[in-house]
């Protein structure tokens, strides 16, 4: 896998925001986020271009990103075989103005040939977006490809129309946006790979439409469906502003561990009410670092976080029911929640090790059991339907059956899938 790339830039496009963050910034924070070392890009104004990535930006500190001058507008083969790196038999090439889905890049870093990425069914929704597209007989020219030295010496002129001409006459291998899969494990959702380039004024809010849907992670449970579009709404205005994503999961826990105290003491009208508040801030750290490619390896800390402080909110509420008088049983409440939570997780790692996917995909009637199974979420709408109706503990002990119940269907799930999956891989014998 290739972990070097040129890119090369025509007007101004590259310098165009999005959700935050210039075209030609997305670009170098995604090319890090997939891998690749360093970057050179080529432009015909590299004094402009250079000032603007000069800026600090530590999204792409791990990348090495060089500027030089390319002899014409469109930068031509020439050009790049010019600024080619040492002993590099390929490289990732790519528009400075195109917006790529990180698979993309990842699916064409991995060819061993030069091959140029098109795609043949282009949505409706998105075609304003791709009108510059070069258009070739087996689909639109994305913007990016993978090229071998030796291929690019033998060529002339710009090194977009030797790429199109390559496609054309089939000596470029051509790789079909609209024959990949779809299915994102990173978002547990099927979502179309993404591409587009630089937009128009008119064009912007599509473009950041798509960013913005793109930062949404699938099966969710009912509450989160009503956080989805509130945080969409939320993030459209942060990523606006230099908040990170760490400041972003700062504020959350402070939230978070002020909702204990509360419930603690006994103050659950504003304790469960900030823990719905809570509901909606934790979704926003990942989605800021997605829609402005921040995404780090820490940042999975976040979710060791949430667990702390989603079991301090249980371990409070059963003080305050003990303490209170209104449930004596409440610690022994807590144990099912407990023995349910961790039967539960059980289930869901084999799975996840096993199939790389989350219980919750394995079929539509675990999708429903998301929806209302045991989890946060769920149990905190519980809480506030409860203490409306003047029962909060009653609440309690619905959450811990609640969880013994998911866990008595995921656990009986998970085995029948991987003894499915270990009789699928047995030989069979032909005697």
Known sequence: MVDQCIVFTEGAGALVEVCGISILERLLRTLQRCGFRSAIILSRTPELLGDHISRPSWARLDLTVTVCKSSSEAATASDIAEVWPERQPALLLVKGNAVLDPRLLRLLA???????????????????????????????????????????????????????????????????????????????????????????????????????????????????????????????????????????????????????????TGHLNWGIGLALIVGILDGLDGKQARVKMETTKKGKIEHWFDAFFEWSWWIALAFHFRVSGELPDAFIYLGLLILGEGLDAVAKGLILFRTGRIIDELGAFERVVRLIGGRRNVYIWILAIALMLGAPAKGFVTMAWLEIATAAVHLPRAVWTLSRRREQRQPVSLD
């Open 110 to 264: 991995s060819q061993n040939e030069t091959s140029a990425l098109v795609d043949s069914a282009v949505p409706p929704d998105i075609g304003p977006l791709v009108a510059p597209a070069p258009k070739t007989k087996r689909g639109e020219f994305t913007g990016i490809a993978l090229i071998q030295y030796e291929w690019t010496k033998k060529q002339s002129g710009p090194i977009e129309s030797a790429l199109v001409a390559g496609l054309e006459q089939g000596d470029v291998i051509t790789i079909d946006v609209a024959d990949q899969p779809v299915y994102s494990t990173s978002l547990r959702r099927e979502m179309r790979p993404f591409w587009f380039f630089a937009p128009s004024p008119s064009t912007k809010a599509t473009a950041e439409r798509i960013l913005l849907n793109a930062a949404q992670k699938g099966a969710l449970d009912i509450p989160a469906w009503i956080h989805a579009p509130i945080e969409k709404f939320l993030i459209s205005y942060l990523c606006q502003t230099p908040i990170t994503p760490n400041q972003l999961t700062i504020a959350c826990n402070v939230v978070a561990w002020v909702t204990t105290a509360l419930l603690a």
